[in-house]
């Protein structure tokens, strides 16, 4: 077998194997879409199931799961700041009319990293460097922004606008406040999601890792920023390391991460808030989990002119990999209260929560009154407004004014001093109101199915082995007659149906040669093959060989799902 590189091997296999292949692939395929086989949609269903793990049953005190729909209506977007800010850079070639992520190209071009930069900015480096159209080398013209939205109509009446999710967080911010009294109001609260997305890329490169159609495994992590209530979970992880570069790093000119405990970056302030630094940390455990060591990841803070709208810090989780150097597995951001102040301004719902303190308490205030007589005799019709508007203004200011005489000025209107009186009044406080803030991990499923696979794909005595952790493998054991024998054959069928009712996924293959089937099933990832021998006859036990070591040992026939069981455990 000759040398291939990794992303070769993935792709070359991944379409022989029955992994994922381009879609519409007879009519040509479409860019940015590819199809999951069989091999491919359950290894991706894996990969959900050990987030699952990580994110959700780990933490299931504090996580729920729920689902929402694929398409919204127009109006949850523009309260999102997406039709307003979801936008690419895009430039069209005035010669072939072909059209290219400005930024992308400008990086290709010159190995420079301009995201973030204005249209204006891309206009002019694309004019200085004498950037061309790649494909025929035309002049481009003026760079302009692109919505990645994907339009639709809801129903069959015009102006009716929805538009395909770009990402699941919508529906878990409108869904809060609902589950939060499901939950029995308890924070910190997460809302976890697996589904379906869709973003309208200007031009989808690189196979798998950048598509207009994919999956998102993501959660909204709700808390309150006065009592986070994280210090039980975070006293578990302060000690662990994080490879870091804070965006202080890279405009230093730092290129190379910098490994510090959890503890230490918020203590300085790298990361903002610890329920952000304590989900990177399992973010990290999980990334390495799927078989990729601790020193090929890595989190890069994003510069303020890079952060999405409504980020008030984020860290992009990179992963190695061989032909496209660091590429982002992983967003994490912390939202503050953007999206439910947002969306509480949007549909005049109220969107806050109400904490109820231990113990109630008496607090003192200050009030303003008004002296209606008075009002009533100088502004007849327009004396409730402006009642309203007094009783509104802060009573300190007011105070002031009262206190020096001064007439006060209420929507055009002067009002005499005479008119207002600021009283301290006792309040009795059992509560207060909170608008929670929210930390967003959000994970590419696909992105990360390709990851497992160059990671796992080596090379072996002229085979190809996907050595993948087994818990990710789409079948967890193959089951082998060793020749076509009736005795055999019964044994292997026996022990793959007891298999199959156990609910432990399963190959059962008596076609060719023994040393042709373990090539197949290391190939597709499966971690362990049973042989049904003569002496499996004789005494009731198995060959099991290991794939990635090929030794071999034997057990009970009986014995084998109790054995999986055991090497599937995490």
Known sequence: MTQSSAADRVFEVGKRRGFFWQSYEIYGGLSGMYDLGPYGAAMKENIINEWKYYFIRRHQEIMAEIETPIIGPEIVYAASGHLESFTDPIVTCQNCGRKFRADQLIEEVTGDKVEGKSNDELSRIIREK?????????ELGEVKSFNLLFKTQIGPYEG????????LAQGMFLNFKRVYGVMREKLPLGLAQVGRVGRNEISPRQGMLRLREFTIMEFEFFFDPQEPGHEKYLERVKDKTLR??????????????????????LETGIIKTPWLG????VSQEFIRSLGVPEENIYFEEKLPEERAHYSRQTFDQLVKTERWGWVEVAGHAYRGDYDLSRHSLYSKQDLSIFRQFEKPFIMKKKVVKVNRSILGKLFREKAGEIEGALTSMNPEVLKDLVNERREIEVNGFKVPTEAVVIEEVEERESGRKVIPHVVEPSFGVERLLYVVMEYGLKEKEDRLILSIPPRLSPFKIAIFPLVNDERLEGMAKRIFEELKQSGIPALYDDSGSIGRRYARADEVGVPFAVTVDFRSIEDGTVTVRYRDSWEQERIGASEVAEFLWKKLAH
């Open 130 to 138: 004498n950037i061309r159209c790649p494909i025929c080398g035309g």
């Open 160 to 167: 009716s606008n929805g538009y395909v999710r770009p990402e």
């Open 244 to 265: 870091l570069i804070s965006a202080e790093d890279r405009l230093s000119g730092r290129s190379e991460p910098r490994k510090m405990m959890l503890s230490e970056a």
């Open 278 to 281: 304590y989900w990177m940390v």
